[in-house]
Nanobody, 123 residues
C-alpha cells in the first residue's frame, strides 16, 4: 500500500502560479505510476496529468498543456504539479493518485488516492 498527502494549494490570482506536492509513504514510490486529477464543484473528477515510473513519460489533459508540468523525485517520494498561467476555470480540489501499472486519464485504474488540496484562482 501507499499513502498519499497533497499540499501546496491555495488562493491565487489569474495568471499566477502554484506548485502542488504529493508525498508518498509506504511501498517503494518508484514502483508507482502517478497522476493528478481535479474536481470542481458540481462537476465530475477529471484527469490533469500523469507520469511514468521513472518520469520519462508524461501525459496531459489538453486544457493544461503548456501551462502545467508534472514531475517526480523518487528520492524524495514526491510527485509535483507545477501550475503556471492559472485561470479561474482551474479552480478545483486537486488529487494525486497512484497505480502500480497505469499512467493515463482513467481514474478507475488508480488504486490509491490522497485527500486533495484546494486550488482557487480569482479573476
Amino acid at each position: 500500500q501507499v499513502q498519499l498527502v497533497e499540499s501546496g494549494g491555495g488562493l491565487v490570482q489569474a495568471g499566477g502560479s502554484l506548485r502542488l506536492s504529493c508525498a508518498a509513504s509506504g511501498r517503494t514510490f518508484s514502483s508507482y505510476k502517478m497522476g493528478w486529477f481535479r474536481q470542481a464543484p458540481g462537476k465530475e473528477r477529471e484527469f490533469v496529468a500523469a507520469i511514468s515510473w521513472s518520469g520519462g513519460s508524461t501525459y496531459y489533459e489538453d486544457s493544461v498543456k503548456g501551462r502545467f508540468t508534472i514531475s517526480r523525485d523518487n528520492a524524495k517520494n514526491t510527485v509535483y504539479l507545477q501550475m503556471n498561467s492559472l485561470k479561474p476555470e482551474d479552480t478545483a480540489v486537486y488529487y494525486c493518485a497512484a497505480s502500480t501499472w497505469y499512467s493515463g486519464s482513467d481514474d478507475r485504474k488508480y488504486n490509491y488516492w490522497g485527500q486533495g488540496t484546494q486550488v482557487t484562482v480569482s479573476s
